[in-house]
């Protein structure tokens, strides 16, 4: 059985795809593999999000957590052209794939990192680029974080990297997540309020929830 995409370094055989990440504004052909989230297609909880999301604000620093190969931080990046986009994920093999997806489309201003379970840099970062994000990049504040989270890792990891990444939200920041709905997205939504985070439904679709998630208050 293959490793989970959730691994650091997934030892399923490299069998390079492509996928079509088609939306009313943008048509990129994406580079894919074995072992990465969704490699075959593009996942219908992220095309989801990409179609239901309002515009991200023009400048600023903005974050997909769970980047896989980079289709949601690739289109934060093609909606924000003049923002710091930044995708982050624990597979090596996927953050080699979304640098080199970005770097064959232009998106200069986007850079990918390979993150522990618990929100810091990974030793190892994979390959593609002389200038990782260092340490301090990782902890905002973000103007906007964008996720298709990884749910079937299990309710205490997800818990866990949902409150950091979560609080490196800035003051005003908003945060925007896709669930399935019969994963879990209604005691998610609960389970967020109950930490703090004020949240809503944004929309209903496909049999996913968009989730519009604000800071927890400072106290």
């Known amino acids: 059985m293959a490793q989970h995409y959730f691994d650091s370094d997934p030892d399923a055989a490299s069998r390079p795809s492509t996928a079509d990440l088609v939306l009313p504004d943008m048509h990129l052909r994406l580079h894919t593999d074995r072992g990465v989230f969704s490699p075959d297609k593009i996942d219908l909880g992220t095309r989801v999000l990409l179609e ?10 903005l974050l997909d957590v769970g980047c896989g190969y980079g289709p949601i931080a690739l289109t934060l990046a093609h909606r924000a052209p003049n923002a710091r986009v930044l995708g982050v994920d624990v597979n090596s093999r996927a953050v080699s794939l979304a640098r080199r997806n970005a770097a064959e489309h232009g998106m200069d201003h986007t850079r990918f990192a390979t993150v522990t379970p618990e929100g810091g840099l990974a030793l190892e970062q994979g390959k593609g680029t002389d200038t990782p994000p260092g340490a301090g990049d990782l902890q905002g504040p973000f103007d906007v974080i964008w996720s ?11 818990h866990g990297l949902l409150l950091t990444w979560l609080s490196r939200l800035a003051p005003d920041g908003v945060a925007h997540l896709v669930v399935q709905r019969h994963l879990g997205s209604d005691s998610l939504q609960r389970w967020l309020e109950a930490q703090g985070h004020p949240t809503e439904r944004l929309t209903s679709r496909a049999g ?3 989730l519009t998630v604000h800071p927890a208050p400072t106290i």
């Open 208 to 210: 996913f929830r968009v």
């Open 148 to 158: 298709n989270p990884p749910i079937r890792v299990g309710k205490d990891v997800l």
């Open 52 to 61: 239901s999301v309002p515009a991200p604000p023009p400048q600023g620093d």
